[in-house]
């Protein structure tokens, strides 16, 4: 969306104290990222590139989303090599291999278990779960990984828009999880 659909969005949201906001974006520039955390956002979801001049600012709140290609490569031991590690990255969105597919990283598949660094889980990083979530595999993503947070995008739209009585059915099934 334009940056003043944005700024006309936050503001409604603002008006909940309960609804925190994601602005999302890919390889924003320093300014981008600046100009969302000016915005108000609760948390910038950056997939891509974080600009360094980002990484070393303690004053935002950012999510680094992480494309799982490979679920059987991903360990506690390369850890360090998907997860970026900076004081202001407040949590990571864990994704399938394309962002946008509407495609889990291959969770599902209970003996392919992802482990969330506990590293990170010890720094007070939230685990984010994405990637293919709908109603009917939410509750069996939160069973099995445990995640802080549960992100839904394509899983809530009927012909590709939102739909808000899926979007209701989607938190109450998550709740449940």
């Given amino acids: ?14 008006k909940n104290p309960k609804i925190q906001s994601v602005a999302v974006c890919v390889s924003p520039s320093q300014d981008e990222v600046g100009r969302f955390n000016d915005m108000g956002f609760d948390f910038i979801q950056i997939h891509g590139t974080i600009p360094a001049d980002c990484q070393s600012d303690g004053g935002l709140a950012l999510w680094q989303a992480v494309n799982i290609v490979n679920i ?3 360990t506690e031991e390369n850890a360090d090599e ?9 949590g990571y969105v864990v994704d399938g291999a394309e962002y946008g597919s509407g495609k889990t990283f291959g969770w599902e598949a209970e003996e392919q ?3 969330f660094p506990q590293q990170l889980r010890m ?3 939230q685990f984010v779960l994405a990637g293919g979530l709908n109603i009917e595999n939410v509750q069996n993503g939160i069973r099995i990984l445990h995640p802080d947070v549960v992100d839904v995008s394509s899983g809530v739209e009927r012909d590709e828009v939102k739909d808000a009585a899926l979007i209701r059915e989607f938190i109450s099934v998550a709740k449940q999880g």
């Fill in 1 to 14: 969306v334009s940056y003043e659909k944005a700024e006309m969005l936050i503001k409604e949201l603002k």
């Fill in 72 to 74: 059987a490569g991903s």
């Fill in 82 to 90: 998907l997860f970026v590690q900076s004081s202001n990255i407040r």
């Fill in 113 to 115: 278990v992802f482990i």
């Fill in 123 to 125: 720094q007070n990083c």
